[in-house]
């Protein structure tokens, strides 16, 4: 590992410490149930309940999800994050297809440009939550190239449907930021449109295209725990999120184990695409970002 | 387009580039109509290092792009090795070199100069080999598996007459090529680039600003003036083809230079008060 990465781990640890240690801060001077400010509830509860100790949530982690269980709870989590993460996986996955697709029409076009960036800016003031209940109602309802339409198919178009945004937009600006000097030596060379995408658009774009990308990654894990919470899917991360919640009284830090879960599958999401961009940009002159 | 053809019918390939009555305007019929060159004919010949000099807005960029073809003329006709722009465009019969290099960041020198000759769909192997002859060309030939960022600006430059040689075109197109060079680069570079014409017979257009380059490098030096762009003197430059170094302390390399500089006074003074300051680089 380079000098650099050795860095980062070690700011990623002190970054951990210090949220727990501000966490346990607050337990130690906050009001045990809180507080209102002009008769708002904004002062949160400081009791066990509400905010269980760190080392009790890390300690929980070890414990089964139920008695009736042998397996500790964080690889019962880990099963739930695997099947989350595959979703969002594939909804990111489309959502670059999708949102690349978008940009090179409108870089090729700019009628599309003028007809199609609206509908995708307008797409994204339609709130997930409304469009869920629809599109998982989709299941079983037609076929696609001899498939039948799935439940987790909807909950990963969900997801895409929040992660294409970001690509698209990013990718169009990247396309459009090859320098004319570099378009007039493909024009020189009497290099067809596509022909310049493939050699000149698309390798200029990719600085572009990857901040958008991790901004996707994120975006499609949010997109696939919304979309299960709020259809009901089961086996994912966001259901057990629900179901642990439900029994919190009695067992206050099991919702917290199972958001440490999805903080590590949405970490495991960007982490991929942060290797992506490390291959993709291996040859490129180093530029500091984050 | 029928001035064209009947243009190249007469003349054979005997012209490497021929420019017949060319005018250029921009932006036709809107408030920002401007012509930017009226009335140019030019004739080149095989083998020809000819240099473009003039005061800003004369248009010597825009000529070199209407020989490239990456522009059309309003009127007029240009031929280029007999055909017409568009064809040897296509056929890549010229090669470019800008002022910014233009390389790409992401392709190492090698693959930066097979580009022209990936598109003409060469296989891998004879692309490699024709890269590995460029780079002992201009000199580089150790620097295949760099990155153009690993470079120095010199050494980007001349990559970039590697890439524009590379399909081994017979003209070769310069905007201002060694603009962004310090001046012992620049001097350097330039009998460099006389070298390798002199060895690939290479004719050259060079666009530049400068009046020693300009002396320094040119069979013949066409002077011109702005608003709108015309060729108002071309003068010969009598240095014969042996340049060196030591060419810069000869007496006629002097007194050529006082002869562009003169023509280009008298332009200035054609559009006196217009522009009181030239933008004509004395260096």
Not at chain 1, 183 to 203: G, I
Request: glycine content about 8%; hydrophobic content about 45%; overall charge negative.
């Amino acid at each position: 590992m380079t000098q650099r990465g050795i860095q980062r781990v070690v700011l990623f640890a002190i970054a951990l410490f210090v949220g727990a240690l501000i966490w346990e801060l607050y337990k130690v001077v906050g009001p045990e149930d809180g507080g209102s400010i002009f008769g708002w509830q904004l002062i949160p509860k400081s009791n066990d309940r509400a905010m269980p100790h760190t080392w009790d949530i890390v300690d929980r982690l070890g414990q089964p999800e139920s008695a009736a269980l042998d397996e500790p709870i964080w690889r019962t989590i880990l099963g739930y994050s695997w099947y989350t993460f595959r979703l969002a996986l594939v909804g990111l996955v489309a959502g670059v297809i999708i949102g690349t697709s978008i940009a090179v029409l409108a870089a090729r076009y700019s009628i599309a440009e003028r007809a199609i960036m609206p509908w995708v800016v307008m797409s994204q003031t339609v709130p997930l939550i409304a469009l869920a209940p629809q599109v998982v109602s989709w299941s079983g309802k037609f076929e696609l190239f001899g498939w039948e339409w799935q439940r987790w198919m909807s909950v990963s178009l969900l997801a895409a449907f929040l992660s294409f945004f970001p690509i698209a937009v990013g990718t169009l600006r990247g396309l459009k930021s090859a320098p004319p000097a570099a378009l007039e030596l493909m024009d020189s060379y009497a290099a067809s449109w596509w022909r310049t995408l493939v050699k000149l658009r698309f390798p200029a774009a990719i600085p572009h295209i990857v901040p958008a990308a991790k901004l996707a990654a994120t975006l499609s894990v949010v997109g696939v725990i919304v979309s299960e919470v709020s259809t009901g899917v089961t086996g994912g991360i966001g259901r057990a999120v629900i179901s642990y919640q439900q029994t919190a009284s009695g067992d206050p830090t099991k919702p917290y184990a199972a958001v440490l879960g999805a903080a590590v599958l949405g970490l495991g999401l960007y982490g991929l695409v942060v290797l992506a961009d490390v291959f993709l940009m291996r040859n490129r002159p180093q530029e500091a970002d984050a | 387009m029928n001035a064209q053809q009947t243009n190249t019918a007469h003349t054979p390939v005997a012209q490497t580039v021929i420019v017949v009555g060319v005018s250029k305007v921009f932006n036709v019929g809107k408030p920002s109509e401007v012509s930017a060159l009226t009335d140019i004919n030019l004739t080149i010949e095989p083998g020809e290092f000819i240099s473009l000099i003039g005061p800003s807005g004369c248009g010597k960029s825009t000529l070199l792009r209407l020989i490239a073809n990456l522009i059309e003329p309003t009127e007029g006709a240009v031929s280029v090795n007999g055909k017409t722009a568009a064809q040897a465009r296509v056929d890549q019969d010229y090669g470019m070199a800008f002022q910014q290099s233009g390389l790409f960041d992401w392709r190492t020198v090698q693959k930066n100069i097979e580009l022209p000759l990936e598109l003409k769909g060469w296989d891998k192997s004879r692309r490699a080999a024709r890269a590995q002859e460029m780079l002992e060309l201009v000199k580089l030939p150790e620097f295949a598996r760099h990155m153009p960022w690993q470079l120095s600006g010199g050494m980007q430059q001349r990559v970039a007459i590697a890439r524009a040689l590379s399909a081994h075109p017979q003209l070769l197109l310069m905007d201002e090529p060694f603009g962004a060079l310090d001046e012992m680069t620049r001097e350097h570079m330039q009998a460099e680039l006389l070298q390798i014409c002199d060895v690939t017979e290479t004719t050259v257009v060079f666009v530049t600003h400068s009046i020693p380059e300009a002396v320094y490098l040119s069979d013949r030096v066409v002077v011109m003036s702005p608003r709108p762009g015309r060729i108002t003197e071309i003068i010969d430059i009598d240095l014969g083809r042996d340049r060196d170094q030591d060419t810069r302390e000869d007496d006629t390399f002097y007194s050529s230079i006082t002869v562009v500089r003169e023509a280009l006074r008298r332009v200035e003074d054609g559009t006196a008060g217009v522009r009181p300051r030239s933008g004509i680089d004395d260096r």
